[in-house]
């Protein structure tokens, strides 16, 4: 069964643009599990632009299953290994990005991130590493030994909003896919995707998990988290 993570870090983002308490994140993440997703994504960044480090101390002590997203450093480590939650996935970070915009650079950092992926797999946590869908970088992953890569998402999904040809990069994704999973390593997708996006993605069976966040939290507005998450649970679980 294909499993949903929703990130709910735009909660926060909302939260904070009028510096009080409401919405809050702990109660939505609460929510977006009864309403049927199976992890909450939050990324802790280093300018604490959204979640921050009391949100994430005050999910940790639920029984919520978090997948926490951190940079490749050694405080986001500590952190993470104090809070010790059910999955990690390392990211890279800009402090001007607007998102996440690009998968990690394996051979550039895989001393540093090996290192981080052994403490994290010594304290059990699933460990993913955010990655463009590059069959180089599922090689790294697997020498990393990273349990398991989530592959970037944001171009297939930027042509297919713009009605573009994405064929290619969906054969790129599904080659990839089909790769990682040979070499016994389990395959998620996140970024940019909508309905549709994750209606074409979801044909590629070896992509076990989807972590999606704008779109649920912004859809939310018009038709409610509950519908929404039934809306894509539909599209990923059928
Ligand atoms: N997965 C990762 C690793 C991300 O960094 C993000 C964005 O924070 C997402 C998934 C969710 O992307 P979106 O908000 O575009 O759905």
Same mark, same amino acid.
Request: proline fraction near 3%.
């Given at each position: 069964?294909? !499993? ?10 909302? !939260? ?17 599990? %009864? ?13 604490? !632009? ?31 290994? /104090? ?30 991130? /090996? ?22 970088? *599922? ?7 990273? &349990? ?9 999904? &930027?042509?297919? %909003? ?10 790129? *994704? ?28 979801? %044909? ?25 998450? %039934? ?8």
């Amino acid at each position: 069964m294909k !499993r949903l993570g929703v990130n709910i870090d735009h909660v926060a983002t909302l !939260r904070n643009a009028r510096g009080g308490s409401h919405p809050n994140p702990i109660v939505v993440a609460k929510e977006v599990i %009864k309403f049927g997703a199976d992890s909450v994504t939050i990324h802790l960044r280093e300018d604490r !632009r959204h979640i921050n480090d009391i949100d994430l101390k005050k999910i940790s002590r639920t029984k919520i299953p978090i997948n926490l997203e951190i940079a490749c450093n050694y405080e986001m480590l500590k952190i993470a290994l /104090k809070n010790n939650p059910k999955f990690v996935c390392l990211v890279p970070e800009k402090r001007k990005e607007v998102t996440t915009e690009g998968g990690l650079n394996l051979s550039k950092y895989n001393k540093k991130i /090996k290192y981080i992926v052994e403490k994290l797999n010594k304290k059990k946590i699933r460990t993913s590493l955010f990655i463009d869908p590059t069959l180089k970088d *599922i090689f790294y992953s697997k020498k990393i030994n990273a &349990n398991c890569v989530e592959i970037h998402t944001g171009k297939i999904s &930027n042509l297919i %909003k713009m009605k573009k040809n994405y064929l290619s990069e969906f054969k790129k *994704i599904k080659k990839c896919a089909k790769y990682a999973v040979s070499l016994g390593i389990e395959v998620h997708a996140g970024h940019g995707m909508d309905y549709k996006t994750t209606k074409i993605l979801s %044909k590629i069976n070896e992509i076990k998990e989807f972590n999606i966040g704008h779109f649920i939290i912004g859809e939310s507005i018009s038709i409610g988290l509950k519908n929404v998450i %039934k809306k894509i649970n539909k599209i990923i679980k059928k």
